[in-house]
């Protein structure tokens, strides 16, 4: 299952080094390790302690992670939705992932210059939501505009995304993100096609720096109304020190947790786990679970949508497991993981059959049968 997340952000926010501190993330060498598909996507793993338990108890000869795709997608300047800048480029890489990072520099340095000149979170999250307000509001225009002359269309179903791109057009013309109006499933299939920016998922991540001063540290007016929006807006967000991420990058786990103590006795701690947190966020921001497979030859964690049935979710390990399903062999990872292995899950009644009308659930272990 292949999903991304595009990494946005102002100039000088501290995007890329993020993304470059994402894709050299450090996972134990024996785990399916990360890759750059090319200088702007890297492929990085999901951290979950489960697989290393689950791998001692099959004795398995490999470990495979989750993994989550990042984009790293060009700079965004204020007119970007007219053409501005890279603004063309910055807005079809964003139509191509699922959901949305955006990065907001939360810290004071003159060494970094502003491309406004001075440091203002909310400011720059305005910046970027309106420009990807507006390049919605001219999609639903020229969608408008073409739904009575598409002939193809039947009339029904032409009045009825006709509705939905009346009710769409009213929130974006208020300022807001499509993001929060809360479309039903059956508006969101409607509306598919036109791969709107503003209604994907997002995720706030508040860049400090440490050494600098952090307005999280300093309790700064400027964060604190940061995170009343936040909290009213009822947005995801995780705070994360990218610098101090990406210098990790190249430490040894001996050297990492040396540098980890060293900033945590400076009393920075913000950082600490960030990087894994943001991750973690990220996956289940695209409304992800994780099952296991597991065995002498490899343990290996799988992705599917929350919801998914045991057919839907075998999928992502061969299109067999769910034209030719005939049933699945579960067991819950808590459960294998108490009773210490498969053998004793099966003679306590842990490990159980189930159809295909089956939910998989995040952490089951399972064997597929075709």
């Not at 997608?73 to 063309?88: D, R």
């Not at 969608?143 to 009575?148: P, S, T």
């Not at 769910?322 to 053998?343: P, T």
Request: some cysteine; proline content about 3%.
């Amino acid at each position: 299952m292949s999903l991304s997340i595009g990494i946005v952000g102002l100039p000088n926010v501290g995007k890329s080094t993020l993304f470059n501190a994402l894709t050299n993330h450090s996972v134990p060498a024996e785990n399916y390790p990360f890759c750059t598909i090319d200088p702007s996507i890297g492929i990085v793993p999901v951290p979950d302690e489960r697989l290393q338990k689950l791998t001692r108890i099959s004795d398995s000869a490999n470990t495979i992670p989750a993994v989550v795709e990042f984009v790293d997608i060009a700079g965004l300047v204020k007119g970007a939705s007219v053409g501005e800048g890279l603004g063309n480029k910055f807005l079809s890489n964003i139509r191509e992932v699922d959901a949305i990072a955006e990065v907001v520099r939360i810290f004071d340095d003159a060494e970094i210059h502003h491309v406004h000149g001075e440091v203002n979170p909310m400011r720059d999250i305005e910046v970027i939501n309106l420009e990807l307000i507006m390049a919605d509001l001219e999609t639903v225009s020229k969608r408008k505009n073409n739904l009575g002359k598409d002939k193809k269309a039947a009339k029904k179903e032409s009045l009825k995304e006709g509705k939905i791109l009346e009710k769409i057009e009213k929130e974006l013309d208020a300022g807001k993100l499509l993001s929060g109006l809360g479309l039903n499933k059956e508006e969101k299939s409607a509306i598919k096609h036109l791969h709107l920016l503003s209604d994907k998922p997002f995720l706030y991540v508040l860049n400090k720096k440490s050494g600098a001063r952090s307005l999280d540290a300093l309790n700064d007016d400027r964060y604190r109304d940061l995170i009343n929006f936040l909290s009213k807006s009822g947005d995801r967000y995780v705070v994360v020190d990218a610098g101090a991420e990406n210098d990790l990058k190249e430490l040894d786990e001996e050297e990492k947790n040396t540098y980890r103590m060293e900033l945590l006795r400076e009393g920075d701690d913000s950082y600490e786990g960030g990087l894994d947190i943001f991750i973690k966020k990220g996956y289940e921001m695209l409304d992800l679970i994780t099952y296991f497979t597991t065995g002498e030859k490899e343990t290996r964690a799988w992705t599917t949508k929350r919801g998914s049935s045991a057919p839907e979710a075998g999928r992502a390990i061969h299109s067999d497991f769910h034209d030719k399903f005939i049933r699945a062999i579960v067991v819950h990872y808590n459960d294998l993981i108490e009773a210490g292995s498969m053998a004793k899950a099966r003679e306590k009644g842990l490990v159980r059959t189930e159809g295909k009308e089956y939910v998989v659930q995040d952490g089951d272990v399972i064997e597929f049968k075709i």
